[in-house]
């Protein structure tokens, strides 16, 4: 299986500044996928993202608060733009083809 | 919205017992997958069962799936205080061009010494 490398681990930010996230697998992968925990919840699939096209938007994800970059089939960023309290969250980087390989998270405190 | 539903919520047992957890989804599913979280840390994958198995087993966790009732459950027997985490179900929708993980909404496992 893949191994996900993803950073920052964690950050705290200023509201209104963004952050952009980091993941790296060490395989190639078709299909990248982005999640949100929030706090005490389960996660909740933000978009997919596959090499060379725009990435897939969840309902009640858009790309101008979360633009995603795929430039290739190892490497993915998440950008959370304009941050307010409300998106302190883990978030989560999977992929491959069924998913089942997480990073290890970057814990998203917005203050 | 979540494809999932788990319960119970909350699981709290003595160590050395069985803990069984229990997930619900909507949809026909190529596969459902287990995960345990630790502590708000990334996920750990437990099991894959795929819609044409019924039973599966790794070590002490045993997953069964029933696909008429659309229904999974996740046994950990013998449980030890390590294994306190929380735990999620995920199933991989049968839509065709979809290849994505849809979580339930997890259960807190406590194993108490």
């Known amino acids: 299986s893949a191994v996900i490398s993803q950073k920052p681990s964690r950050d705290i930010c200023q509201r209104g500044t963004s952050l952009t996230i980091q993941c790296q697998v060490d395989?190639?992968?078709?299909?990248m996928f982005w999640y949100r925990q929030q706090p005490g919840q389960s996660l909740t699939l933000i978009a997919t993202a596959n090499q060379g096209s725009e990435a897939t938007y969840e309902s009640g994800f858009v790309i101008d608060k979360f633009p995603i970059s795929r430039p290739n089939l190892t490497f993915s960023t998440l950008t959370v733009s304009n941050m307010s309290p409300e998106d302190s969250s883990i978030y989560l980087c999977t992929g491959g083809f069924y998913g089942y390989t997480f990073g290890s998270g970057t814990r998203l405190t917005v203050v | 919205s979540q494809q999932g539903e788990e319960d119970p919520q909350a699981l709290s047992i003595q160590e050395g017992e069985n803990a069984t957890m229990n997930c619900s989804y909507k949809?026909?599913?190529?596969?459902l997958q287990w995960y345990r979280q630790n502590s708000g840390r990334g996920l750990v994958h437990l099991i894959l069962?795929?819609?044409?198995?019924r039973e599966k087993h790794s070590g002490r966790l045993r997953v069964t799936l029933d696909t008429s009732k659309k229904s999974s459950s996740l046994l950990i027997t013998a449980s030890r205080a390590a294994d306190t985490a929380s735990y999620f179900c995920?199933?991989?929708?049968?839509?065709?061009?979809?290849?994505?993980?849809?979580f339930g909404q997890g259960t807190r496992l406590t194993i108490n010494p």
């Open positions: 995920a199933t991989d929708p049968e839509i065709q061009g979809a290849q994505k993980l849809v």
């Open positions: 395989s190639q992968v078709t299909m």
């Open positions: 069962i795929r819609s044409n198995e």
């Open positions: 949809t026909s599913i190529n596969n």
